[in-house]
Nanobody, 124 residues
Framework: QVQLVESGGGLVQAGGSLRLSCAAS????????MGWFRQAPGKEREFVAA????????LYSDSVKGRFTNSRDNAKNTVYLQMNNLKPEDTAVYFC?????????????????WGQGTQVTVSS
């Protein structure tokens, strides 16, 4: 099993920045990639970004490309999502997820473990 704990959400004005963290514990050797998803009220959970556990590859949705950056700290078993130039439409609960698969995926079904989520609210 892998346990994931997110932190770093909060309330920010449009144009501001936040950094989300996701700390992994347990059988982290089984992780191939970490993903970030978000879910706004009344909407489907959507892909935001993903990074290989090795940190060598990243993937972003078009809606956040150029504004969000995924990174990881090997020593801390933690991945980060730096979110800059936030917009009101970025408001959602953000979830991190871990995949044991062999490719970076935008598909929720490819992820085996999920964190509890952290709220990000961007005011206009």
């Amino acid at each position: 099993q892998v346990q994931l704990v997110e932190s770093g959400g909060g309330l920010v004005q449009a144009g501001g920045s936040l950094r989300l963290s996701c700390a992994a514990s347990g059988r982290t050797f089984s992780i191939y990639a970490m993903g970030w998803f978000r879910q706004a009220p009344g909407k489907e959970r959507e892909f935001v970004a993903a990074i290989r556990w090795s940190g060598t590859s990243t993937l972003y949705s078009d809606s956040v490309k150029g504004r969000f950056t995924n990174s990881r700290d090997n020593a801390k078993n933690t991945v980060y999502l730096q979110m800059n130039n936030l917009k009101p439409e970025d408001t959602a609960v953000y979830f991190c997820a871990a995949s044991r698969g062999i490719i970076l995926s935008v598909n929720r079904a490819a992820y085996d473990y999920w964190g509890q989520g952290t709220q990000v609210t961007v005011s206009s």
